[in-house]
């Protein structure tokens, strides 16, 4: 049987991860959340099976951006960008990268986490309700990225901010 480990991206990683687990729409952002990391405002997980990455996932230790979940929940950490390879999927390694991340905030002695889903994310959702995650607000994902090309784009997607207390 495989055996999935998780930890904090290392600078290391990052050439590994940008070869195994590209974003052609976003080429840096294993580096954009590895800077946040070094920052202190996040700590980026990844998942490695084999001795590859096989999905990752960015806890933000200062609360989700949006200004509709900040006003119900302040600096709730949100773990965000959760993704696993699409081959993989449906083998445990999302709910280990949840479990990773649940364990972290226990130990900086955070009470809740949170996360978010989009509607057209069903499989997520149900994910996230097996592990006890419960709706809490509707909010607009607002993000931007730059491509390959240089070209800057901006998005907004509609989404419910999911938490899970972590007693």
């Known amino acids: 049987m495989n ?9 290391e990683d990052l050439p590994l991860l940008n070869r195994r687990l590209p974003n052609p729409g976003a080429p840096t952002r294993h580096a ?25 996932g960015q806890i933000r230790w200062d609360g989700c951006a949006a200004p509709e979940v900040r006003a119900a929940l ?23 990268l949840i479990r990773a991340a649940e364990e972290l905030s226990r130990e900086r002695g955070k009470t809740h ?33 730059t491509d390959a090309d240089g070209v800057r784009h901006t998005c907004a997607d509609a989404c419910t901010f999911l938490v899970k207390r972590l007693d």
């Open 113 to 145: 986490l949170g996360l978010g889903v989009a509607p057209d994310n069903p499989r997520a959702a149900a994910l996230y309700a097996r592990l006890g995650y419960t709706p809490v607000t509707a909010y607009t994902d607002r993000y931007a990225y």
């Open 32 to 56: 954009d959340r590895f800077a946040r990391q070094e920052a202190g405002l996040g700590t980026y997980l990844i998942a490695w099976r084999d001795g590859l990455p096989a999905g990752n």
């Open 74 to 96: 302040g600096d709730c950490p949100e773990l965000n960008g959760l993704d696993v390879r699409e081959e993989l999927r449906g083998q445990g390694i999302g709910t280990a």
């Open 3 to 11: 055996r999935t480990e998780i930890g904090p991206c290392r600078a």
